[in-house]
């Protein structure tokens, strides 16, 4: 399942998806980090390809936890997500 923000899902290259070719000086082409900088972005290539094209939302898992949650079978505690979320965004629950 992608998780997308309003954000880039990419901070460094500030693209959506597969990671835009951006060209690189002559004179800081030699440079190791950005070597080893290329050399990581075309290992990552394959799985930002297999990322981008994956659906946003796995129709599949969500129509499976409905089917749960109106069976009874998973518990639903509104208070409980509310008291995480507040904790996890620096509340004090």
Same mark, same amino acid.
């Given at each position: 399942?992608?998780?997308?923000?309003?954000?880039?899902?990419?901070?460094?290259?500030?693209?959506?998806?597969?990671?835009?070719?951006?060209?690189?000086?002559?004179?800081?082409?030699?440079?190791?980090?950005?070597?080893?900088?290329?050399?990581?972005?075309?290992?990552?290539?394959?799985?930002?390809?297999? /990322?981008?094209?994956?659906?946003?939302?796995?129709?599949?898992?969500?129509?499976? /936890?409905?089917? $749960? /949650?109106?069976?009874?079978?998973?518990?639903?505690? $509104?208070? +409980?997500?509310?008291?995480?979320?507040? +904790?996890?965004?620096?509340? +004090?629950?």
């Amino acid at each position: 399942m992608r998780v997308t923000s309003n954000g880039p899902l990419n901070p460094v290259t500030g693209a959506g998806g597969v990671a835009a070719e951006t060209p690189v000086p002559a004179a800081s082409a030699s440079s190791p980090a950005l070597q080893a900088a290329a050399l990581e972005s075309d290992a990552l290539k394959p799985a930002q390809a297999d /990322l981008a094209a994956m659906p946003d939302v796995d129709e599949v898992k969500v129509a499976a /936890l409905r089917n $749960a /949650l109106a069976n009874g079978e998973i518990k639903f505690d $509104a208070n +409980r997500l509310a008291q995480l979320i507040q +904790r996890f965004h620096g509340g +004090r629950a």
